[in-house]
């Protein structure tokens, strides 16, 4: 049978040594485990990454971070002024619209036009704030990046990651 000796240090400062050296290894597997869980949290759903809320001058946009492949996921454009009895213009980036299908635009826009780098929307105007919404089919998992913007040079940088 096997004795176990105690294992005898040289000097004080090996052991602290290992002592530190354990500290930092565990304390930098919590931190994985930390944001390995936070990225399955967001995945689903209810993380930090789920919903996105950006906002350039007048124009605001709320959409989902994450998705998966084939299922619908809803882009809202609101563009907060108003603009008399004028239609406005609403694009989003051809880079974007190139690799997804879009179901459904609500209200219906009076025109659509293709221009080089975007696809532009003609609204009819409403009384207040304009609240546009945008059904969209995502085609192959992915990062997905693009811009949505307004005729009055408002841009936003739409960001996107479509999981299986």
Do not use: C
């Not at 967001?42 to 993380?47: A, I, N, P, Q, T």
């Not at 809202?76 to 459904?104: D, H």
Request: hydrophobic share 40%; net charge positive; charged share 20%.
């Amino acid at each position: 049978m096997l004795e176990r000796t105690p294992v005898r240090f040289e000097r004080p400062q090996e052991f602290d040594s290992i002592v530190r050296h354990q500290v930092v290894r565990y304390g930098l597997w919590a931190a994985l485990l930390l944001l390995a869980m936070g990225a399955v949290v967001s995945v689903l759903g209810r993380g930090p990454v789920s919903t996105k809320q950006i906002q350039s001058g007048n124009l605001e946009a709320r959409y989902s971070g994450t998705g998966r492949v084939h299922q619908t996921q809803t882009l809202e454009l609101n563009l907060k002024s108003t603009l008399g009895n004028a239609p406005f213009e609403i694009w989003l980036s051809r880079e974007y619209l190139n690799r997804l299908t879009v179901q459904r635009i609500t209200p219906k826009p009076l025109e659509v036009r293709n221009e080089a780098s975007r696809v532009v929307f003609v609204f009819a105007a409403q009384k207040q704030s304009h609240k546009l919404r945008f059904d969209l089919e995502f085609e192959r998992m992915g990062i997905y990046t693009g811009q949505a913007g307004n005729a009055a040079g408002n841009t936003l940088e739409l960001r996107q990651w479509i999981y299986p």
